[in-house]
Structure formats: C-alpha cells, structure tokens
C-alpha cells in the first residue's frame, strides 16, 4: 500500500537586519560597538530605526558566537523570550539564565534552516557579519536590511565579504532620517522575495 506524502514544511526564511559605518564596517576590530551605541543614543525618543517591526516578523534568532559574546555582556539579555540559536563550531558557554532560550549549534546553515522550518519556524533573524556572509555565499539569504550610521571607522569587521559570484540585490525600501541614518532593505537575486 502507497504511504500517504508526508508534508514538508519549506525551510525558514532568513532575515538580516544590522547596521554598518558608512564604510561598511560592523564593529570594530576587536568586537567593539561603542560607535554604534553612541549614535544610537542620538536617536529622538520613541524612534528605533525600524527594529520593533523587524523583530515582530521573525520567530527566532541565529547569531554567531562572536556577536553572541558581544551581546551576553550587555547589562540585559535584549532578546525576551526569542528562542536563540548561537552557531559555533567550537562551542561557547551559556550562562544559567539564558538556558532554554539560546541553544548552541553547529549545524550549516541550510541545514539549520530546515530544522527550524520543521519545527515550525517561518523566519528568523539572522545576525552577525561572519554569520550573514556565510548564508549570502549559500545563497540562502532572502532579505537584508542594512541601515548605515553617519561615521568613518577606518578600519573594522566588515559587513560583506568574498562571495563566489556576483550577487544582484533588489532594492525593497530606502528610508533615511534627519539624524543622518540610512536603510536599504535589499532581497538578494534568487531569494524569493
Ligand atoms: N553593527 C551591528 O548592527 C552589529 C550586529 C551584530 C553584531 N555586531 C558586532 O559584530 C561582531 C561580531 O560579528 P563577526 O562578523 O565578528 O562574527 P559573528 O558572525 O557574530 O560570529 C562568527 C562566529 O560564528 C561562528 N559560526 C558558526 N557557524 C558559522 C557560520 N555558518 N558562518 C559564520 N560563522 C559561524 C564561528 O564561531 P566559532 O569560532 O566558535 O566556530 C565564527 O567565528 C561583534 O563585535 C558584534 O558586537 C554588530
């Protein structure tokens, strides 16, 4: 007797959503985001770039171990409830009180994908620039929001990195604010849209 098909969930999308230099530079070259916060901090009250509608898209978060250092020093774990996916491949340490929300992993990241789709997952927010560039080289990248803050840093870890062949992106939204902020949401050519 023929089994019935059992239905495959598609794979979680995956989002990017960070903000860079104007010379593409996502921190500095030891991890630092000082720059970042103090222009941050120049934002009127009550704006955040987009972020809040960003974040209510995705149902999960997967960071790589450096950002994830970065972040786990922070005064407070900004991410609530977010199930978060930290990829490393030589491990990192979660602390007792971020068990059951971060999950360390060091699965592909197609493979990552798929799990999480078959969980349930549509999308996720993808963060950290070694970790971006990894699913842009495999293409599995569908949208990418990149908002470039007023400031020349020189020198850093950049956003973007090699590639195996061009990537087209399609433009989905310019905004820019008086503050001299700038954000280009970008769906890269072959990702669904
Ligand atoms: N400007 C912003 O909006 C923004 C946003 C996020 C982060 N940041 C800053 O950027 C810095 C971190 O970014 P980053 O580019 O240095 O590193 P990252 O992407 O956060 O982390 C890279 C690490 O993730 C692990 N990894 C596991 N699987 C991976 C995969 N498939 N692809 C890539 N990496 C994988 C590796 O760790 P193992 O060595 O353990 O294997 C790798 O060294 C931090 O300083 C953070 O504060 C800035």
Do not use: N
């Amino acid at each position: 007797m023929t089994q019935p098909a059992t239905p495959t969930r598609p794979r979680a999308r995956a989002l990017g959503f960070i903000a860079t230099s104007a010379d593409g530079f996502i921190a500095r070259e030891d991890g630092g985001i000082d720059w970042l916060l103090k222009l941050h901090a120049r934002m009127p009250q009550g704006e955040d770039g987009g972020y809040a509608a960003f974040i209510a898209r995705v149902d999960a978060l997967v960071m790589g171990r450096s950002s994830f250092e970065q972040v786990v020093g922070f005064a407070e774990w900004p991410y609530g409830e977010l199930p978060v996916v930290v990829l490393s491949r030589r491990g990192v340490a979660v602390p007792a009180a971020l068990q059951g929300r971060v999950q360390v992993s060091s699965e592909l990241p197609r493979a990552l994908l798929q799990r999480l789709g078959a969980q349930g997952v549509a999308a996720v927010y993808v963060d950290g620039g070694l970790t971006l560039q990894s699913f842009l080289r495999e293409g599995l990248l569908d949208e990418l929001t990149v908002t470039t803050v007023p400031v020349l840093l020189g020198r850093g870890r950049p956003l973007f990195g090699p590639l195996p062949h061009d990537l087209g992106l399609g433009l989905r939204h310019v905004r820019h604010w008086p503050f001299g902020f700038v954000q280009c949401a970008w769906v890269p050519e072959g990702a669904p849209g």
